[in-house]
């Protein structure tokens, strides 16, 4: 293992990595704030501030593991979840897919903005490595975290949509998963499922979105 290599790559994807799981997690408290569960805010959880956000083992250790553990090939994470009562929003149905959504929408909205930088640094004649790697890495770990946690699997939140959206019968069946869930997920990405099936074909998705959305950006700069 190459330390000097494994110092520059946790330098440029620290950054984004942590906007990407604060703004996400406190996203899922403002909408559920906004749709009348305070418990994330009386936790102090409405917050940008990352240290609010981190779990030790999820967001820190498990990600150094397995990058040492698989030379980078495989890195999984993940941050201390902001606490949603749904019994307290106005409408728990139709307001749990709000809430659930606001996570990876989030995660959406910060790919563009990378992308954006990404795009002007370029065509601004920038050609300092480091920041054009930052913003690369800003775009993936982004979009990422947007395919992964719309993966239609209790507890991550493409679950909590599909219940939300479910008839009661359906999403009665669907929200029993949730307990075992977690590990359901991690069997079907270590087996390649979610990978080829999910996040492969959702991130090309995504960043082909990206791509449009940007045209107006990288023909002015050309």
Do not use: C
């Amino acid at each position: 293992m190459d330390i000097s290599n494994l110092i520059q790559t946790v330098l440029i994807y620290a950054l984004p990595v942590l906007f990407a799981i604060t703004v996400h997690e406190a996203a899922h408290g403002y909408t559920a704030r906004h749709f009348g569960d305070n418990t994330a805010y009386m936790l102090g959880r409405i917050t940008l501030n990352p240290l609010k956000h981190i779990d030790p083992v999820g967001t820190i250790l498990m990600p150094l593991l397995l990058y040492f553990a698989t030379s980078g090939a495989f890195l999984f994470g993940y941050a201390k979840p902001v606490p949603v009562n749904f019994g307290n929003l106005r409408n728990p149905k139709r307001h749990m897919v709000w809430v659930a959504l606001a996570g990876p929408a989030s995660n959406f909205i910060q790919a563009v903005l990378w992308a954006i930088l990404l795009v002007a640094l370029v065509g601004t004649g920038v050609d300092e490595r480091f920041f054009i790697e930052m913003a690369r890495a800003g775009v993936l770990v982004n979009l990422v975290m947007w395919a992964f946690n719309l993966f239609p699997l209790p507890p991550l939140d493409g679950g909590r949509i599909l219940v939300g959206l479910l008839p009661w019968k359906q999403a009665h069946m669907v929200s029993r998963i949730e307990p075992y869930g977690f590990f359901i997920v991690m069997g079907l990405v270590i087996a390649g499922i979610v990978g080829a099936l999910w996040l492969r074909p959702l991130m090309s998705l995504g960043y082909s979105a990206i791509n449009l959305l940007l045209t107006p950006l990288t023909a002015l700069l050309r």
